[in-house]
């Protein structure tokens, strides 16, 4: 007589270990390999941005311009005091002629303030102390110094009106203290006649030939 026993199935859990762990290492040497062997030659590029966390501040080179012609290439060897590089000199020539401009207008007026401090009649322009610095700098005094002798000229006009305006106004008060004067001269002359016609009408009183009225009168 057969006994009847469950089918179960037949599985074997140390093979199914032991090939996971054979992949497992076969996958790790083969990234381990291709990791040491492969060179990236490439790469993804994203936008980004970083904040500053403190004060941010500008750095730029004090005397910036535009470059007019680079006498080096990329990879040239060069030696010490070499030129490298010649700016544009438009700019730099603009704020040199403000500058020479500036510094002639502020000798000019130095003299015509020095002559008029002197009381001098005419301005003269002479510079001892800065000729050289005029020759070096190569000044163009001539506009300068013509504006200043105009002004200098204006300022004289403006003097001598204001002294004619002033002596006249002298002279006018002059003439009313003599009219003044004269006037004065007729009221004492006025008191003396009155003092004496007053006299004689006491007289004539005193002897009866004018009456009390005519001294109040007078």
């Given amino acids: 007589m ?9 599985t074997d859990l140390g093979r199914l270990f032991l090939a996971g762990g054979l992949g497992a290492a076969i ?12 060179r990236i030659s490439g790469a993804v590029a994203a936008h980004g941005q970083i904040d500053v966390a403190g004060k941010p501040k500008t750095v730029q080179s004090l005397d910036g311009g535009v470059i007019a012609d680079l006498a080096v290439a990329n ?10 590089a010649r700016l544009d000199p438009t700019l730099l020539q603009i704020n040199l002629d403000m ?3 500036r510094l002639a207008a502020a000798l000019a007026l130095r003299a015509r303030l020095e002559a008029e401090r002197a009381g001098d009649a005419t301005l003269a322009f002479e510079y001892a102390d800065l000729s050289g610095t005029i020759r070096t700098l190569n000044l163009d005094m001539t506009k300068a110094e013509a504006g200043q002798r105009a002004i200098f000229a204006a ?5 001598r009106g204001g002294r004619a305006q002033a002596a006249g106004s ?8 003599r009219g003044v004067s004269d006037q004065i001269n007729a009221i004492e002359q006025q008191l003396i006649y009155l003092a004496l016609d007053l006299e004689s009408l006491r007289s004539l009183e005193g002897k009866g030939l004018a009456r009390r009225q005519q001294l109040s009168d007078t």
């Fill in 2 to 10: 057969t006994a009847n026993v469950p089918l179960r199935p037949q």
């Fill in 27 to 38: 996958l790790v040497a083969v990234l381990g390999g291709w990791a040491a062997t492969t």
């Fill in 75 to 84: 990879g040239d060897a060069v030696q010490a005091g070499q030129i490298l």
């Fill in 99 to 101: 500058a020479r401009s």
């Fill in 155 to 159: 300022r004289a006009e403006m003097r």
């Fill in 170 to 177: 002298v002279e006018d008060i002059k003439t009313q203290q």
